[in-house]
């Protein structure tokens, strides 16, 4: 099973490696695409090691798909998931994805997914973001075009407030990824 795992510029971004080496035990294969400030919190290098695949980091960049044809990357890393899970997603990236904006390589992958590939959702911000009118529309219309969102958990977040806004246990999101599994 291919997961594509993109991961934004949060604080929780780095317990992204610890969802590439789950996913890996539980048998996934996985590819990681990730926003330009993703890579101000985990170097690419990271994941590159964990996966033993290159990372995404450029909408634009042309090469090799997955399967060896010349493609525009975006567009074949898009085709090679079966599912695709975005952790931690950002109040920003949540927005954009609202909006269907395709500004980076996170976006525009995932405004190319097939219809059908599920999409997880796992944002984690400070609670007032969290709680903004604005922010829950957005994952309203997220949640009406068919994203599965992961809510984020109340805890001590790394601002050094508590509430809802933390990033959820590594094998919470994983068990909803496998329960989406086709």
């Known amino acids: 099973m291919r997961l594509l795992v993109g991961v934004t510029g949060g604080i929780a971004a780095y317990k992204a490696a610890a969802l590439v080496s789950a996913a890996k ?12 400030s993703a890579t101000k919190f985990v170097g690419p290098l990271t994941f590159e090691a964990l996966t033993n695949h290159p ?14 044809a010349s493609a525009v990357e975006h567009i074949s ?53 969290w709680n903004k009118p604005v ?17 984020p958990v109340s805890k001590e977040l790394a601002c050094g407030d508590v509430g809802i806004g933390g990033l959820v ?5 994983l068990d909803v990824v496998d329960g989406l599994r086709p």
Do not use: F
């Not at 920003?92 to 395709?102: D, E, I, M, P, V």
């Open 77 to 129: 890393w898009a085709k090679w998931a079966q599912i695709a899970i975005a952790a931690p997603l950002t109040a920003s990236t949540l927005g954009r994805l609202a909006c269907g904006l395709a500004d980076d390589a996170l976006t525009t992958v995932w405004l190319a997914l097939p219809q059908g590939v599920p999409s997880v959702l796992c944002p984690a911000m400070n609670t007032e973001m």
């Open 169 to 173: 246990d590594v094998d919470d999101m």
């Open 55 to 68: 990372v995404m980091l450029d909408a634009l960049a042309t090469g090799h798909s997955p399967d060896g």
């Open 135 to 151: 922010v829950q529309r957005n994952v309203g219309w997220l949640t009406d075009a068919g994203h599965h969102i992961v809510r």
């Open 25 to 36: 035990k539980r048998g996934y294969e996985v590819r990681v695409v990730m926003t330009p």
